[in-house]
C-alpha cells in the first residue's frame, strides 16, 4: 500500500503529460538549439557554460547565466539529434525529480504518508506547472525547482544526522543544480537562515548548528563570483520599484498560483 502512495504522484505526472513529447520546439528554444549552430558536438561545451545565455545563437548579451540548462541541450543535442522529444522527456523528469522530493520533504516534516503524496500531486499536476513542463525554452524553470526543493530535502537529512556526508553531498549538489539553472535559486539561501533561525540556531549553546549553512552560503557566493566574471557589467539587475507595476505583477502571480486556474501566455 505505501509503495503505491509513493508512485501515486509520479504515475499521474506521467499520465498528464503524455502527450507533451510530441510537441515541437517553439519560442527561445527555435533560437537557442534548432537554429543554433553551436548545439552540435561537446567541443561547443566551453563555449556554452562560459558566455551570457542568448551569447551563441543571438550574438546578443541579456544578464542571464545558465550554464546548466545550456550544457544539458547540448548533451541532449548530441544524443537525440534535435529530435523534440528528447527535450521534453528530459522536461518530464526534472518534473518527477521534483515532485519525488517535495514526497520526501513532507515526510521529513512529519506529514503522514498520504498527506505527503497529496502534497507532491499538487505540486505535480497544479495548472502553474503545465508551462515550464511543456516549453523546452523553460528547462531552467523546472531544473531550478527540482534543485531547491532537493537541497531542501538534503538539508534536512543532514542536520537530522542520519547518513550526514551523503545528505550533505546532496545538498551541495542540488545547489549547484538550482543554481546553474536559474537564478531564481537565489532563494534557497534566505529559505536555509530563515529555517535555520526559527530552529534556534541562533540561540545559546545551539549556535554550533549553523554551520550547516555555510554550504549555502558558499555556493551562493561562489555562483554570484562566476556569473560577474562571466558577465561583467552585464550581470547587473535592474529594479523598477514602480507601484502599479508591482500591484499588477503580484496580482498575476497571485492568480496563476490558484488551484485548478490554467493561466498561461
Given at each position: ?45 566551453p563555449d556554452m557554460v562560459t558566455e551570457d545565455y542568448f551569447w551563441s545563437?543571438?550574438g546578443e548579451r541579456i544578464g542571464y547565466w545558465r550554464p546548466l540548462t ?151 557566493a561562489v555562483y554570484l563570483l562566476c556569473r560577474w566574471i562571466v558577465l ?34
Amino acid at each position: 500500500m505505501n509503495g503505491a502512495l509513493w508512485t501515486l504522484p509520479l504515475l499521474a505526472v506521467v499520465v498528464a503529460f503524455r502527450s507533451s513529447p510530441s510537441f515541437g520546439l517553439v519560442g527561445d528554444a527555435e533560437l537557442l538549439i534548432a537554429d543554433n549552430p553551436l548545439m552540435e558536438d561537446l567541443g561547443a561545451l566551453p563555449d556554452m557554460v562560459t558566455e551570457d545565455y542568448f551569447w551563441s545563437p543571438a550574438g546578443e548579451r541579456i544578464g542571464y547565466w545558465r550554464p546548466l540548462t545550456k550544457a544539458s541541450w547540448l548533451v541532449e543535442t548530441v544524443i537525440g539529434g534535435r529530435a523534440a522529444s528528447t527535450y521534453h522527456f528530459v522536461q518530464i523528469a526534472w518534473l518527477l525529480l521534483a515532485v519525488l522530493g517535495v514526497q520526501l520533504l513532507g515526510r521529513r516534516l512529519g506529514l503522514p504518508l498520504h498527506l505527503a503524496c497529496a502534497s507532491a500531486l499538487l505540486v505535480g499536476l497544479h495548472p502553474v506547472a503545465v508551462e515550464p513542463v511543456c516549453l523546452v525554452m523553460a528547462r531552467s524553470d523546472v531544473a531550478c525547482v527540482a534543485g531547491v526543493v532537493w537541497a531542501l530535502v538534503a538539508w534536512r537529512g543532514w542536520r537530522e544526522g542520519s547518513r550526514p556526508r551523503l545528505w550533505a553531498s546532496i545538498h551541495v549538489v542540488a545547489l549547484v543544480v538550482a543554481f546553474g539553472s536559474k537564478e531564481a535559486a537565489i532563494v534557497a539561501l534566505p529559505l536555509v537562515l530563515l529555517w535555520s533561525a526559527m530552529e534556534g540556531d541562533l540561540a545559546e549553546g545551539r549556535r554550533h548548528r549553523l554551520w550547516t549553512t555555510v554550504p549555502a552560503l558558499s555556493v551562493t557566493a561562489v555562483y554570484l563570483l562566476c556569473r560577474w566574471i562571466v558577465l561583467g557589467s552585464g550581470a547587473g539587475v535592474d529594479l523598477d520599484p514602480d507601484p502599479l507595476r508591482i500591484l499588477v505583477g503580484g496580482g498575476a502571480y497571485l492568480r496563476g498560483a490558484l488551484p485548478f486556474v490554467v493561466d498561461t501566455g
